[in-house]
């Protein structure tokens, strides 16, 4: 039986390995994927550390990676559409009774040579878009895409605030200048990642751990507000710090999985002022295929957002520079 390497969690024993694994085959209604590139995100941080498990089988072992771009490489039966060596990128979500499955989470996925998925998943992509590109637009891109157009629904205008510009929040700044916000408010605890979001449409950027930092937010907007909120970091009170300073309608968008708790210290005003602080995971796949349009016709560059490849051998190197946010990077890219 041939075999491959694999990036393999197992959740009950805590461990995470590069192992060989058998190639596997697709199914009804599977395509396997060669995969050509797979993005490192923050929640396989947390999957590795055991700060998240997956919500049901919380023991199984799986392989991780839910940014995948690669070619077509075998059709199982009952697929139409899709012949081998066709560039793709799979959108890692898969629509269930119980919710929703996440590759790479729920099902095994691409930190391997191999991945097999249902076809509905499969995005086409245009030869003009780098396989390094295209596997974080699943996630890094996408997600903060859909906070933005599904969950807060911005519109034009509105100010807008960005907890947390790393691999996620980094794209919500130029999603945020696509959609018209204004002005666009940029947080974070490090310097470079301010810088970053700055040169990619920030208005301002503010570190957090600053005792003056919610003065210096409240004088930049004036007595405005903040009309919408998105936290893709969970650095720790953040959300405490924001919530006074929404603006009557004003809503929280927590994207950033933490898990640590946190308290809404003025409830009144959050009645009286219909505030909303709103959960948000994932995207939808048409969201992925209009991310695939707008970067090939040029309306949203993600040159900068990969900042290094590395072999898939070298995936816990790259879990350690995203950790320790070792050079500030925004995605780390594992090419099997
Ligand atoms: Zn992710």
Same mark, same amino acid.
């Given at each position: +039986? %041939?075999? +491959?390497?694999?990036?393999? +969690?197992?959740?009950? =024993? ?27 995100c923050?929640s396989d ?20 990676g ?10 199982g ?6 012949? @081998? ?16 499955? =996440? ?10 040579e191999?991945?097999?998925? %249902? ?6 992509? %245009? ?15 996408? =997600? ?11 519109? %034009?205008? @509105?100010a807008?605030?960005v ?13 945020? /200048? +696509? ?14 990642? /301010?810088?970053?979001?700055? /040169? ?13 930092f ?9 007595? /405005? ?22 603006s ?14 946190? =308290? ?39 040159r ?5 490849v ?17 050079g ?9």
């Open positions: +039986m %041939p075999t +491959m390497k694999a990036g393999r +969690m197992n959740f009950g =024993t805590g461990e995470f390995h590069v192992q060989d694994v058998a190639v596997p085959s697709p199914g009804h209604g599977e395509v396997r994927v060669k995969v050509n590139a797979a993005g490192v923050l941080v947390h999957l590795i550390r055991g700060l998240v498990r997956p919500l049901r089988n919380g023991d199984a072992e799986r392989t991780l839910h940014e995948v771009a690669g070619t077509v490489d075998a059709v039966g009952g697929v139409e559409g899709w012949t @081998e060596g066709d560039r793709v990128a799979l959108q890692a979500l898969v629509a269930k009774p119980w919710g929703v499955d =996440t590759m790479g989470v729920d099902y095994d996925g691409g930190w391997a191999y991945v097999v998925v %249902p076809h509905g998943v499969l995005v086409a992509i %245009p030869d003009s878009l780098p396989f390094e590109q295209a596997c974080i637009i699943p996630d890094a891109v996408s =997600t903060p895409w859909a906070a933005i157009q599904h969950t807060a629904k911005v519109k %034009p205008g @509105e807008a605030v907890l947390g510009v790393g691999g996620l929040g980094i794209h919500a700044i130029q999603i945020l /200048r +696509m959609s018209g916000a204004a002005p666009i408010i940029a947080v974070d605890p490090l310097p470079g990642p /301010r810088e970053n979001a700055l /040169r990619r449409g920030a208005d301002a950027a503010f570190d957090p751990t600053q005792p003056t919610v003065e210096e937010l409240h004088a930049f907007l004036g007595n /405005r507000g903040v009309d919408t909120a998105f936290n893709f970091a969970g650095f720790p009170g953040i959300d405490e710090q924001i919530l006074p300073l929404l009557p309608g004003g809503r929280l968008t927590i994207a950033g999985l933490s898990g640590n708790p946190f =308290t809404v210290e003025n409830s009144v005003a959050l009645i009286v002022h219909q505030q909303r602080i709103l959960g948000h995971y994932g995207y939808l796949p048409a969201d992925v295929e209009q991310l695939v349009r707008l970067v090939h016709w040029g309306r949203l560059d993600l900068d957002s990969v900042s290094a590395l072999p898939l051998e070298h995936a816990h190197e790259a879990v350690r520079q995203l950790e320790t946010k070792d500030d990077p925004i995605r780390l890219v594992l090419v099997p």
